[in-house]
């Protein structure tokens, strides 16, 4: 028995982690910290597209990473 799509993609995403930079927090799914806070980066852009700029410049010392599984 093979397992079904949405199990593969969780599998292929790794991890859970919640991330945090400032007031803002954001859990993503990741392979790796690094990962973790690429997506991250990502995400809040997407939230908060006047603060792209900001939010990409930061440094990755900046983000609190703490898995959650």
């Known amino acids: 028995m093979t397992p079904d ?4 993609e ?4 790794g991890r859970r982690f919640d991330v945090q930079v400032g007031f803002a927090r954001i859990t993503v799914n ?4 690094a990962e973790a806070i ?7 852009s997407l939230e908060m597209p006047r ?3 900001v ?10 990473v703490a898995p959650l599984d």
Request: proline share 3%; aromatic share 12%; net charge positive.
């Open 5 to 8: 799509k949405p199990q593969l």
């Open 10 to 13: 969780l599998e292929k995403r």
């Open 30 to 33: 990741s392979g790796s910290v």
């Open 38 to 44: 690429a997506e991250a980066r990502r995400q809040l």
């Open 51 to 53: 603060f792209w700029d």
């Open 55 to 64: 939010i990409f410049r930061l440094d990755d010392a900046r983000f609190v």
